[in-house]
């Protein structure tokens, strides 16, 4: 059977229209640049002695610190951090912070069924948390508890919502545009502006007396005795312990090489709304939307009413090498164009201002793994593709109680104990992640059925359902 063209394809914009709505739009990221001028950290420059040092500071690094110092005030924490605070994927990321912690609910059912209802009042538990934290940290992080609107843009995803499922003309009240045939609300979404999230955490670990460093570079861990010697170009650190958080970057444990690879993902966004615009297009409940395409977008308005556009295009870049050139891909900004404009037909004529694109961590069980090396002295975890900005918070408690060596309802989790398959080394990883995409992008222009790869994957627990 022929492939039919997606609902994005089918009402694409004249080009002409997505060339004039990019036109003068900078390659840079809203988040960052909208907090303007912030404070900055001294790179570490002479030896040091802590009781626990973090190794990263995005959000998962930012939370163990944060979370350490609350559990003991007295104890001596210092944060490294090779660039600045909450530059990479904790700055640029879409800011929806999700209760799950397992990548969505099919994905933890399909992993850890036995642990699903534990899993999934955890995750409740830890939004709820985040937000107690927001206020009490006084994170100026502009919280929003909106929920989220999952919408079906073809006739044969009506049949993947689930809960109570909205009509076209229910779904459209909510949000509006001519694609929406049906659609899914949930409560347990929040929304955040992600640079705020992270810079706020900072402040609020150096108030609580963590000892941040930006532009230091950690180039080694290595156990001396019972210490742990964290080395950078100027000076190391001696620790009790360490957390290791360096997200999608190559890991300073070789066993962890392969247990990640980096997916680049890609952001628009547009200039502010005007009343009327804003009126065309409904969405009073600020709600965080995503479709239910394999290859999937995912929108929210931003403070000013903006719309932030992203997804759709997972890139996997040649050997899996981390490359700023890498996030500056015309076409890719130029189908999202297409597509939001597709989407919101009453919106043309508008201009986007910003496009970005930044990488994800993406392990093979598509949610976070843990574990402990260097005789339970130093706790890491990563892989949180995508869904990390509320699961971080949760996993540095896990780290924590790692490293602590007591166990708790966390650490006895399967889903915690257990690692992940690693992925193929090169090129067999460049082979199978790109035949994967093609895989996807082919079920979605042939009403959702799956090729005989991907339900090979499927059978093997390898099989990706957003």
């Known amino acids: 059977m022929p492939a039919h063209l997606t609902a994005f394809e089918r009402h694409a914009p004249d080009p002409r229209v997505v060339a004039a709505s990019l ?24 030896p040091a002695r802590a009781d626990l040092t973090v190794v990263g500071g995005g959000y998962l690094g930012l939370w163990a610190a944060v979370h350490a110092k609350r559990r003991d005030p007295g104890r001596r924490v210092v944060l490294l951090e090779a660039q600045t605070v909450g530059w990479a994927a904790s700055g640029r990321n879409g800011g929806f912070c999700e209760a799950s912690l397992t990548h969505g609910e099919e994905n933890g059912r399909s992993r850890w069924p036995e642990e699903h209802d534990v899993l999934e009042r955890l995750g409740a538990e830890n939004l709820d948390a985040f ?20 919408v079906a843009v073809e006739e044969h995803q009506l049949a993947w919502l689930g809960g109570e499922v ?9 949000v509006d545009s001519p694609l929406f045939l049906g659609g ?31 532009h230091s570079a950690v180039t080694a861990v290595r156990r001396e005795g019972d210490q742990v010697e964290v080395a950078t170009d100027r000076a190391t650190v001696t620790s009790d312990c360490v957390v290791l958080a360096t997200g999608v970057f190559p890991s300073l444990l070789k066993r962890n090489r392969l247990m990640t690879v980096p997916v680049y993902d890609y952001v628009l966004v547009t200039e502010p709304l005007s009343a009327e615009q ?17 290859q999937f977008h995912y929108a929210r308005l931003t403070a000013d009413d903006r719309v932030l556009w992203g997804g759709y295009d997972a890139v996997y870049p040649a050997g899996g090498r981390l490359h700023p050139r890498h996030e500056d891909r015309p076409e890719s900004h130029a189908r999202l164009a297409s597509h939001f404009l597709a989407t919101f037909p009453q919106l043309e004529g508008i201009r986007f201002t910003h496009r970005w694109a930044g990488a994800i961590d993406t392990s093979t069980q598509f949610a976070a793994f843990y574990g402990t090396t260097h005789g339970g002295r130093v706790a890491h975890a990563a892989g949180f593709t995508g869904l990390g900005v509320g ?73 990706f359902d957003s």
């Open 391 to 463: 699961a971080t918070r949760w996993a540095a408690e896990v780290l924590l109680d790692l490293l602590a060596g007591q166990p708790t309802e966390r650490t006895a989790l399967r889903m915690v104990r257990e690692r992940p398959l690693p992925f193929p080394p090169e090129p067999l990883a460049s082979a199978g992640i790109n035949l994967t995409r093609w895989s996807l992008d082919r079920a979605d222009h042939r009403e959702g059925r799956r090729n005989g790869f991907l339900r090979v994957l499927d059978r093997a627990g390898l099989g």
């Open 23 to 46: 036109a003068g739009c900078a390659r840079s990221v809203f988040w960052l640049d909208d907090v303007g001028a912030v404070p900055s950290y001294d790179p570490l420059t002479a």
């Open 131 to 150: 937000e107690a934290d927001v206020r009490d940290l006084g994170l100026a992080c502009e919280w929003e508890r909106t929920g989220q609107l999952s």
């Open 166 to 174: 909205l009509d076209a003309a229910a779904t459209r009240t909510l």
């Open 184 to 214: 899914e609300l949930s409560s347990d979404t929040a929304l955040v502006h992600p640079a705020r999230l992270a810079l706020g955490l900072a402040r609020a670990a150096a108030e609580l007396g963590v000892e941040v460093h930006e």
């Open 278 to 294: 804003r009126a065309s297009i409904a969405w009073a409940g600020r709600q965080g939307l995503g479709d239910l395409a394999n």
